[in-house]
């Protein structure tokens, strides 16, 4: 992969939270229920897991898909964090870290973040009204550290990168991808990609209405609840591909291309770390035994599968998971 030196990055899209704690209560207690959000967990780096996607208490190995319950449960993020969106000396020095005129910018993975968040988003900002007929509507992710406090309730750096439907926000705490590399065999710069392409199909699955279509199936069909959550993360493993497969498309206002090249082996990277991720991978290396009626975000060859099947269409319809079931 070769990014665009010359490429301006839209600091706007994130907000850098890092060093600062919410308000919100104990940091890793479960998720409450009342909205919903999907992410990577690695297990062992803190927090308790998260709150199932219909009121249960499910730990993912690998995975938090935060769920359903009432809507209008919780508070907004402002009463129950204090965190708002006003600039902030982080924000400023983020815009200074990634300013064009900083050679080293890509040097640092707050920046090469920021130009992915910012290829994600030009391509659904286009492809979403086109291929759906829905406007996209864009969002930032929050980097943090250690802690932070959500409309889907507070999570430490354990429940790894995650959206939550309730603020439409992504949460990173970039010391994951470290973890996910020494851990899980994933690294390369472009499995970092892939996770925040992933955590943005969820996203474009809450503007098409995917997300509380799913949940409102597994209120009525509890018993397969954690079928519809495999579903829900295949999809955005597909669109995560779709994503890959134009990112050399996508520009930055001046219409300077963000990426100048993206290689077989970072596709490869990508499908490297939708391996790692798999229910069935986590499972056998956190307890060295294999359990598929607990899978929550699919095995690694399904992972795989549909982040290819993405990627090798480039066509968000061929992203259909879920057949008849919803």
């Known amino acids: 992969m070769s990014l665009n030196e010359d490429a301006d990055l839209d600091t706007s899209q994130v907000e850098d939270l ?11 207690f479960p998720l409450p229920t009342g909205r919903g959000g999907g992410g990577l967990r690695i297990p062992g780096l803190g927090g308790k897991g998260g709150m199932g996607l219909i009121g249960l208490v499910v730990f993912c190995l690998l995975g938090l898909l935060f769920g359903g319950g009432a809507t209008g449960l919780l508070p907004s993020i402002d009463e129950i964090g204090g965190l708002g969106d006003a600039p902030t000396d982080e924000d400023t020095a983020l815009g200074e870290t990634c300013a064009r005129d900083n050679p080293d910018r890509f040097d640092d993975p707050a920046c090469r ?7 994600i988003q030009a391509y659904w900002q286009t492809a979403l009204p086109e291929r759906f007929g829905v406007p996209y509507q864009a969002t930032t992710t929050r980097y943090f550290s250690e802690a932070v406090s959500t409309a889907c309730g507070n999570a430490t750096s354990g429940a790894g990168p995650f959206y939550c439907p309730g603020d439409h926000h992504v949460y990173l705490d970039l010391t994951f ?6 851990r899980f065999g994933a690294s390369g710069e472009f499995a970092q990609a892939y996770v925040l392409a992933h955590e943005y199909g969820h996203h474009v699955q809450t503007l098409l209405g995917i997300e509380s279509q799913m949940r409102r199936a597994q209120q009525r069909d509890p018993g397969n609840a954690n079928e519809y959550s495999v579903m829900l993360e295949l ?21 300077q291309p963000l990426f100048a090249a993206i290689t077989e082996r970072d596709i490869a990277e990508a499908l490297a770390a939708a391996a790692a991720v798999g229910d069935d991978a986590i499972q056998q290396r956190t307890t060295g035994q294999v359990n598929p009626e ?3 975000h699919g095995t690694s060859a399904q992972r795989q599968r549909w982040f290819q099947t993405g990627y090798t269409t480039g066509d968000p319809g061929q992203c259909d998971t879920f057949g008849n079931a919803l």
């Open 235 to 255: 999809q955005a493993d597909c669109l995560a591909g779709v994503w890959a497969n134009g990112a050399e498309g996508t520009t930055d206002e001046r219409g």
């Open 18 to 28: 890092r060093g600062r704690r919410g308000r919100g209560g104990t940091f890793g």
């Open 113 to 119: 973040n920021l130009l992915y968040i910012n290829s």
């Open 294 to 296: 607990a899978f929550t």
């Open 177 to 182: 991808y470290s973890e996910l590399a020494r």
